[in-house]
């Protein structure tokens, strides 16, 4: 039918990139109708209306349920909606990736992991569905996880640093001092400004300065500073 059409050619257009991101907004209205309306033997019924939340968003706030509404019987029918699944998540990391480089290498190791297990059908199609959805609760959350110090967990900036500094978390606080005490309004383009905060960074990592020239691009990536 149209709907098992619709995931089959997702599936074809992701294969043919050779492992790479396709550019699914195109297929985004579809997917979210796809959820939105069960199509069955009795007239379409409307579960809920999602609008334009992002498939990854989507996962995190519903879980599973929504995913498994979409017609997925046979295993031709699961991989196209899986891949479509990954290719949103693998989007989401890319998106994220230079605010926090180690940490969504990780997330991306993760991913590739499950990928691996359901074509290997190490998993079946319940576990794959239950350990994507929690991946992309670390990738849209990742304060809720269990991994970072009290000291660290409730700002995305330190959480950044502490990651690329390999958990240390007094170097990551003194090197998230250091940026708030030198930093100045607009700092981001302006190289006087930059440079100072760039010398704060290098003087708490002790001369160390190709790690300060690694940190100061994440400094530049957060919000909060």
């Known amino acids: 039918d149209k709907e098992v059409q619709y995931f089959i050619k997702v599936r074809d257009v992701v294969r043919a990139a050779s492992g790479d991101y396709i550019d699914l907004k195109g297929y985004d209205p579809d997917m ?8 069955s ?87 794959y ?22 000291s660290v967990r409730n700002s995305a900036a330190v959480r950044a640093l502490f990651d690329n500094l390999d958990g240390d978390e007094k170097l990551a606080l003194s090197i998230h001092n250091a940026v708030l005490d030198s930093r100045l309004d607009g700092f981001r383009g302006n190289i006087v400004k930059e440079r100072k905060i760039r010398r704060a960074i290098e003087a708490a990592l002790h001369g160390d300065k190709l790690k300060a020239d690694e940190l100061m691009k994440i400094v530049i990536e957060q919000s909060e500073y």
Request: proline share 6%.
């Open 129 to 150: 569905l239950k350990k994507i959805v929690e991946l992309a609760k670390d990738i849209r959350k990742p304060e809720n996880t269990s991994r970072y110090p009290e």
């Open 41 to 127: 033997a009795n007239p379409s019924r409307v579960l809920s209306s999602f609008g334009d939340i992002p498939l990854v968003q989507l996962l995190v706030e519903l879980g599973v349920d929504p995913i498994k509404d979409i017609p997925s019987e046979t295993k031709q029918e699961q991989d196209a909606v899986a891949e479509t699944i990954e290719n949103n998540v693998q989007k989401e990391i890319k998106e994220k990736q230079q605010s926090n480089p180690k940490y969504y290498e990780k997330m991306s190791a993760l991913l590739r992991e499950i990928i691996e297990q359901r074509r290997s059908e190490v998993i079946n199609y319940e576990e």
């Open 32 to 39: 979210r109708h796809l959820i939105d309306t069960y199509l």
